[in-house]
């Protein structure tokens, strides 16, 4: 059956595929069933004798059920997941040009440091005495991001980039409380073109949104924040560098408006990778940002995580930040990890947040040095435009031909009437051996192609990438619609069925059920 | 610069390709008394060597968990990871990935994410469990959101004996979310009466097994008195191994299960990253925040995964999202389901034997030492010891004698002066009879 | 029986004093793939311009709101189960939730058939 999108909803014989072998295996391309299926309840990779239990202290909740875990030996662990792996593409693989997602090189060397017994091996609740170096590492990042950013102070302990806007924002609304304006200050305004976590973290902490229409170049003008400003407003929650890959020009002006009007300035820092070294939140009048540690300072994404999130707070903001911080005794380091006695609005998580990540950043920045920032942002924001400028004459840019900061955006204009989608040409990109970049987003931008190319790529991955994309989208507008709509034609997986999956959800392997079984409930 | 592949001639060539008159023509858009003209005031780059001088003579400063005997637990654990975890998730396709977002190149990630929903879901006897979540603590908040959507009541009951940070990220997240919450004093030598303060505002019912003190607690009674109300039990636990030899959560009647899954497959590492499992009902799948992955098929009718259900989330539902939480803890993952795959079912069950065992050894030992008492009725490998002094004092002096010997209380629940005797001491597979003796001979001395 | 559309894409049909709601052809081709149809409870009382529904497809999710006041009277639960009906027969057998119409003249504020489809058509 063929759904409305022409791509098949109940699965089938292979025999579609053009070339099939008896194992279905594509030379490297191999298949790999889940471990449930290849794997046995009474297989192990690891040797644990099976001591005998004269006591159980567990006062008779003992466990009665077996739990239907499978396990597989060393070898057969290391093929499944090499195998996983090869289905997988890394910014080790090529040029990952996702924008907002800033995915430049991860150093191994930062990897190393962070697996150094004395950081990687140390308990979190374990006597301070023991752990002044961590204190002093997590002291001396902090001194880094307060350097590169010209504010006050950093909470250090947010998990990621969202967890940080949750730090911010409540140190806001600690801010208003204390000021005795909790009750009528409750009004959190986002421009359309925001992340989307921007207003869901200004909603979960009990702000009301009210959306700031960006203008006609894509940026927020000064006239629609006054417009939206009022006795109301708590805070401005705003991207900087924005989502369109763009320098917000009036900032300083907003940040003064919003001042003026008694709130404060959030600016999402998720794309303060363009600016390291060459502008300063701080003086822009920003009041908490978020760094990702994971895009800016190239702690690795991992398939999704773990982040870090730390919030550089002005003045205005610092004595709200939430437990724990450090604070200096003589020469000691110590950590303060409760709000008695303090302004904090409280705390985040467990423990001290991701010193695994800390480490990592801090190598990064000690690598790059001042210099070396300076010159990636450099880099990151001159490859941006390079390809904006290769590319100007083909694709079609929302907001005009422009420069742009590390990321440019393309709209699906060039594409109208080719019959093909920007989720189309972005497949037809896998087949080319790319990543695709961001598809979708901005959403204020129709069939938004977001490409952030990052310092890491040479100018010959580059021209690669860019002849590559005009190719492309030569042949899109010559009306070879098959590339496109048919893509990826190459990769492991030939286009996914989302609609299936998320009308019927499969969550879980589940065992098979035995056959006697299926035909009672029949 | 090694990181940096551009060279000063491809600068030039890119700058007139592009037809600007320098780097900063670039920046214009920064207004001019914004710009930065000198570097930062931090120091230039560095080479590799130099670096890791620097770092490691940082780490040196630590004490480390494997340099002595080592006892500490309260949420974070030292268990033995197979070589085979970490050389695999250093693997650049793992390392070096993002969010599947594009799921045709990215079905590894996919289908170790669909295992590992897997094994959370059999491994607390849930339905469903999703992607994960930051860690354990971070989870807990989430579920209480979680219960006040499903039940549309706003009134979380936390039992005393979970764990003080768990509380207190609740608390905050509460606050700021104008929710009520009724937080049980903690208390390790009484039982506590949690089931009368469930009622019809109830929400939901936060317990932690084995609790922060190591008692195990039976959840059948609050769940039969959390449902008769409307409300929702939420199990906790901090020690994923304690599921191999306990009785699950949903064995006995959970609504949401939350905890911490560093145990497995994830070192220390002071605090973090750590991986926050999440698992809960069927019926409660559309309020569950965090990622999905879910299985499909692909347009040759291949079996492939998918993240699925994605509209409950924020790049969607922006202020009406199940959570603003848009991401997992995608490599910590991969350690745990990589360490739970070589585990199997045999493994998992004979270490947290091997763990309850050597538990068992301690506390016997300890008992020996004069003015030492074990206050638990129950526990799995953590239990709670009453000293004749404050326990901070003595962890203190049994570092400077080479033996992390716990986590005193009073670090968790400071100012409260019938907690500060209070020492809590875990026990994992990596501690031997030798670490023990050196254990005790060093308490004997400092008390 | 007379059907009458809102600017955000929903229909009323009125029969009697019950009215029943779903969205719009335009509106189920624009969503795409429907995935999930959230329903309310009957009985509940519903304002005009209150959240009565929610309709997801796999990018996109959206409030179906109340087109005039009433209590809700009847879902279609079927949905539950078949949400593509919602694409297949969005006026027919892809219906929502049936009130008990508690002001008429509300419906004079709404669109008939003939201004809905020429509304579409100003949006391009």
Redesign the interface.
């Given at each position: 059956m063929l759904n409305r999108q022409g791509r098949q909803t109940t699965p089938n014989e292979i025999g579609t595929a053009d070339h099939v072998t008896f194992t279905r295996n594509r030379a490297l391309q191999q298949e790999e069933g889940l471990i449930f299926e290849i794997g046995h309840e009474d297989v192990s990779g690891v040797d644990v004798i099976d001591v005998d239990l004269t006591t159980s202290k567990l006062g008779g909740l003992e466990r009665k059920e077996p739990i239907g875990l499978a396990g597989l030996t060393e070898p057969e662990t290391m093929r499944h997941y090499v195998r996983l792996s090869q289905k997988n593409y890394g910014i080790d693989s090529g040029i990952f040009p996702l924008g907002s997602c800033t995915m430049k090189h991860n150093a191994r060397l930062n990897e190393k440091m962070a697996r150094l017994p004395g950081f990687g091996d140390i308990h979190p609740l374990q006597p301070q005495s023991t752990v002044q170096g961590a204190l002093q590492l997590i002291d001396q990042l902090a001194h880094y991001l307060i350097t590169l950013t010209g504010m006050e102070a950093v909470a250090m302990t947010p998990k990621a980039g969202a967890h940080g806007e949750l730090c911010g924002m409540a140190a806001i609304k600690a801010a208003i409380n204390a000021k005795g304006e909790g009750a009528t200050r409750t009004v959190v305004l986002v421009p359309d073109s925001a992340h989307g976590t921007n207003p869901a973290t200004a909603a979960l902490i009990g702000f009301s949104v009210r959306a700031v229409p960006a203008g006609a170049d894509g940026t927020v003008h000064i006239d629609a924040v006054k417009a939206a400003l009022g006795p109301d407003v708590a805070a401005i929650m705003l991207t900087n560098p924005n989502t369109c890959g763009l320098f917000e020009k009036e900032i300083s002006a907003i940040a003064d408006a919003v001042h003026a009007a008694g709130a404060y300035f959030y600016c999402d820092g998720a794309n303060f990778n363009a600016i390291v070294g060459k502008a300063r939140p701080g003086d822009l009048g920003v009041d908490a940002m978020h760094i990702n540690l994971h895009k800016t300072f190239s702690t690795p994404h991992g398939g999704g995580g773990p982040g870090s999130g730390p919030v550089v707070l002005s003045k205005a903001l610092a004595d709200f930040a939430p437990v724990p911080f450090i604070k200096k005794i003589g020469d000691a380091l110590q950590f303060v990890e409760e709000t008695q006695g303090t302004q904090s609005f409280g705390r985040l998580s467990a423990f001290h947040g991701q010193m695994g990540m800390f480490t990592r950043a801090l190598s990064y920045m000690l690598s790059h040095g001042a210099d070396g920032m300076k010159k990636a942002s450099e880099d990151a924001v001159l490859n941006a435009n390079y390809i904006r400028a290769c590319l100007k004459d083909l694709f079609s840019q929302p907001f005009g031909d422009k420069i742009c900061m590390h990321e440019v955006l393309f709209d699906d204009a060039f594409l109208k009437d080719s019959g093909v989608s920007t989720l189309d040409f972005a497949k037809a990109m896998i087949d080319e051996g790319f990543h695709p970049m961001t598809v979708y987003f901005p959403l204020v931008v129709h069939g938004a192609m977001l490409i952030e190319p990052t310092e890491s790529e040479s100018k010959a991955s580059l021209d690669l990438f860019i002849a590559t994309l005009r190719d492309l989208a030569l042949d899109a507008k010559a009306g070879n619609k098959e590339r496109f709509t048919g893509a990826p034609y190459f990769a492991p997986r030939k286009r996914l069925d989302e609609t299936r999956a998320a009308r019927t959800p499969v969550l879980r392997w589940k065992p098979p059920q035995p056959i006697a079984e299926a035909q009672a409930a029949e | 610069?090694?990181?940096?592949?551009?060279?000063q001639t491809?600068?030039e060539?890119?700058?007139k390709?592009?037809?600007?008159a320098d780097?900063d023509?670039?920046?214009?858009?920064?207004?001019a008394n914004?710009?930065?003209n000198t570097?930062?005031?931090?120091?230039?780059?560095?080479s590799?060597i130099?670096?890791?001088r620097?770092?490691?003579?940082?780490?040196?400063?630590?004490?480390?968990?494997?340099?002595g005997p080592?006892f500490?637990g309260?949420?974070?654990y030292?268990h033995h990871v197979?070589a085979?975890v970490?050389h695999?998730?250093?693997?650049?396709?793992?390392?070096?990935?993002?969010?599947?977002?594009?799921?045709?190149?990215?079905?590894?990630?996919l289908?170790?994410l669909?295992?590992f929903?897997?094994?959370v879901?059999?491994?607390t006897g849930m339905?469903?469990?999703n992607?994960?979540m930051?860690?354990?603590?971070?989870a807990c908040a989430e579920a209480v959101?979680m219960a006040h959507r499903v039940t549309k009541r706003r009134k979380a009951v936390l039992s005393g004996t979970l764990?003080p940070?768990?509380r207190?990220?609740v608390?905050?997240?509460s606050?700021?979310?104008?929710d009520k919450i009724v937080a049980l004093p903690g208390n390790p030598s009484t039982a506590e009466d949690i089931l009368s303060q469930i009622d019809a505002e109830t929400s939901c019912v936060v317990v932690q097994?084995p609790s922060f003190y190591g008692e195990?607690i039976?959840l059948k009674p609050i769940a039969k008195k959390a449902q008769e109300n409307g409300a929702l039990l939420i199990a906790v636990f901090n020690e994923a191994f304690s599921?191999?030899?306990?009785?699950?959560p949903g064995?006995q009647g959970a609504d949401i299960v939350v905890g911490?899954g560093q145990s497995i497959g994830n070192?220390?590492?002071?605090?973090?990253?750590y991986?926050g499992l999440f698992a809960c009902k069927e019926k409660y799948?559309?309020q569950m925040p965090g990622?999905?992955?879910?299985?499909?098929?692909?347009?040759?009718?291949?079996?492939?995964?998918?993240l699925?259900?994605?509209?409950r989330?924020?790049?969607?539902?922006?202020?009406?999202?199940t959570?603003?939480?848009?991401?997992?803890?995608?490599?910590?993952?991969?350690a745990f389901t990589?360490h739970?795959?070589?585990?199997?079912?045999?493994?998992?069950?004979?270490?947290a034997?091997?763990c309850?065992?050597n538990?068992?050894k301690l506390?016997k030992a300890l008992q020996g030492v004069k003015g030492v008492e074990v206050l638990?009725?129950?526990?799995?490998n953590e239990f709670t010891v009453k000293l004749p002094k404050p326990a901070a004092d003595v962890?203190?002096k049994l570092?400077q004698r080479g033996v992390?010997g716990g986590?005193p209380v009073s670090?968790?629940e400071?100012?409260r002066k019938e907690l500060e005797n209070l020492l809590l001491i875990a026990s994992t597979?990596i501690n031997t009879d030798d670490d023990r003796a050196l254990f005790v001979a060093a308490l004997k001395e400092v008390l | 029986m007379t059907t009458y559309f809102t600017k955000d894409h929903e229909y009323i049909r009125v029969s009697g004093d019950t009215g029943t709601i779903g969205i719009s052809d335009y509106a189920q081709a624009q969503l795409g793939d429907v995935v999930y149809v959230d329903l309310p409870a009957t009985g509940k009382t519903l304002k005009q311009g209150d959240e009565a529904a929610v309709v997801e497809s796999v990018k996109a999710a959206s409030e179906v709101y109340a087109p005039v006041s009433g209590e809700v009277v009847e879902v279609n639960s079927a949905l539950t189960d078949a949400p593509s009906t919602v694409n297949e027969s969005p006026l027919d057998k892809g219906w929502f939730l049936k009130i008990k119409v508690a002001n008429n003249n509300e419906l004079n504020e709404l669109m008939d058939e003939a201004a809905y489809q020429s509304y579409v058509k100003s949006l391009g």
């Open positions: - | 610069m090694r990181y940096l592949p551009i060279s491809d600068r060539d890119m700058l390709r592009i037809g600007a780097i023509a670039l920046f214009a858009d920064i207004p914004k710009r930065l570097l930062v005031d931090l120091p230039k780059h560095k590799e130099e670096v890791e620097i770092l490691s003579a940082l780490a040196a400063q630590n004490m480390s968990a494997g340099e080592f500490c309260a949420g974070a030292k197979p085979t970490d695999l998730i250093q693997r650049s396709e793992f390392l070096t990935s993002y969010t599947p977002y594009q799921p045709e190149i990215a079905q590894g990630t289908q170790y669909f295992e929903q897997t094994q879901a059999l491994l339905d469903v469990a992607a994960s930051y860690d354990g603590s971070t959101l764990h940070h768990y207190e990220t608390r905050t997240l606050e700021l979310a104008n097994t195990l039976d599921l191999g030899l306990a009785e699950s064995a911490e070192a220390l590492n002071f605090g973090g990253p991986v799948v559309r990622r999905l992955c879910g299985e499909t098929v692909d347009a040759d009718g291949r079996r492939g995964y998918v699925t259900l994605s509209t989330e924020q790049h969607i539902r922006r202020e009406k999202a959570s603003n939480i848009c991401t997992n803890s995608g490599l910590c993952v991969l990589i739970m795959t070589l585990l199997g079912e045999q493994g998992l069950k004979r270490t034997k091997l309850h065992l538990a068992f506390a638990n009725k129950t526990y799995f962890v203190e570092a992390l986590v670090r968790l400071p100012g597979e | -």
